[in-house]
Nanobody
Framework: HVQLVESGGGSVQAGGSLRLSCAAS????????MAWFRQGPGEERGKIAN???????TYADSVKGRFTISKDNAGNTLYLQMNSLNPEDTATYYC?????????????????WGQGTQVTVS
C-alpha cells in the first residue's frame, strides 16, 4: 500500500510564494510519473504539472513559468514551488503517483493520491 501526504499549503497574498511537498510512504515503481493536480471552487480537478522518473516535466499553461515541479532522486518526495501566486490559484492541491511504461509519457490516470492541501491566495 502506498500513502501520499501533502504539506505546505496555507494562505498567502497575491504575488507571494508557497512550496508544497508530498511524501510517499514508498514508491513501488522503477519507472513512474508523479504529478500535482488542483481543484478550485466549482471546478473539476485538473493536472497542473508532472515529472517522470527521468526528471522530464510538463506544465499546464496556467502555471507555466510560475510553478516548478521537482522530486528527490528516489521518487519518494515530490515538490511544487509556486511563485507569483494569484487568486485564481486558490484550490485544493493533490499529489499523485502512477507507474510509467518505458517509452511512454505521463498520462492523465493516476493510481495513488494524497488527501490534498488547501492553498488560498487573496
Amino acid at each position: 500500500h502506498v500513502q501520499l501526504v501533502e504539506s505546505g499549503g496555507g494562505s498567502v497574498q497575491a504575488g507571494g510564494s508557497l512550496r508544497l511537498s508530498c511524501a510517499a510512504s514508498r514508491n513501488p515503481y522503477r519507472t513512474y510519473c508523479m504529478a500535482w493536480f488542483r481543484q478550485g471552487p466549482g471546478e473539476e480537478r485538473g493536472k497542473i504539472a508532472n515529472i517522470d522518473d527521468l526528471g522530464r516535466t510538463t506544465y499546464a499553461d496556467s502555471v507555466k513559468g510560475r510553478f516548478t515541479i521537482s522530486k528527490d532522486n528516489a521518487g519518494n518526495t515530490l515538490y511544487l514551488q509556486m511563485n507569483s501566486l494569484n487568486p485564481e490559484d486558490t484550490a485544493t492541491y493533490y499529489c499523485a503517483l502512477q507507474s510509467r511504461q518505458r517509452g511512454w509519457s505521463c498520462g492523465a490516470y493516476y493510481t495513488y493520491w494524497g488527501q490534498g492541501t488547501q492553498v488560498t491566495v487573496s
